[in-house]
């Protein structure tokens, strides 16, 4: 089974004071200390709990931005992910949600996954649009939320989040997942991933 991770670098927000660009609207990024974004590290630790109880399967950490973020991509990598790939150019940058998911979607066609996961939202942007935007331009179902995952033959089954309690939904693969934010304990890089 192959498992993708869309991750993203983001300002630390124990440290940023964040500050917009007065003409362009965007946040300064420059001179700001870099982290991978906490809600991936969840993001990746349910990946690699179920490539760990499928079996024979792969975890490709994906994402689009500078080539600071090689640093976010070896994080993922110390933290057990299989591979790394890491879209870099100049015209991307400043990206919205719907050029971000573009992007990803069109790393991913190629790759083929089985299964697409994605934070919730980003914590220095908070729109929660990109996941959605993935599954429109993959044509993939998306099932939102999960707090469990499951896989049986060809169907992706999660236990949801929903405002009064929890969901139990399925969906035929490949499909789109987005983890809900704190749902899976981060695991930390080793000495041997480091």
Known sequence: MKIYVCIKQIPDPNTVVSKLDPNTKRLVRSGVSLVLDPGDESTISAAIKLRDTVGNSEVVAVSMGPT?????????????????????????????????????????????????????????????MV???????????????????????????????????????ESPMPAVVTIASGSFEAIYPTMKGI
């Open 131 to 169: 996941p959605g935007g993935i599954a429109e331009f993959l044509n993939l179902p998306q099932l939102t939320f999960a707090r469990e995952i499951n896989v049986e033959g060809a169907k992706a089954m999660i236990k949801r989040v929903t405002i009064t309690g929890y969901q139990t939904v």
């Open 68 to 128: 600071s973020a090689q640093e976010a991509m070896r994080r993922a990598l110390a933290m057990g992910v299989d591979r790394a790939i890491l879209v870099t150019d100049p015209a991307l940058a400043g990206s919205d949600v719907l050029g971000t998911a573009r992007v990803l979607a069109a790393i991913l066609k190629n790759e083929a996954p089985d299964l697409v996961f994605c934070s919730t939202e980003s914590t220095d942007g908070y729109t929660g």
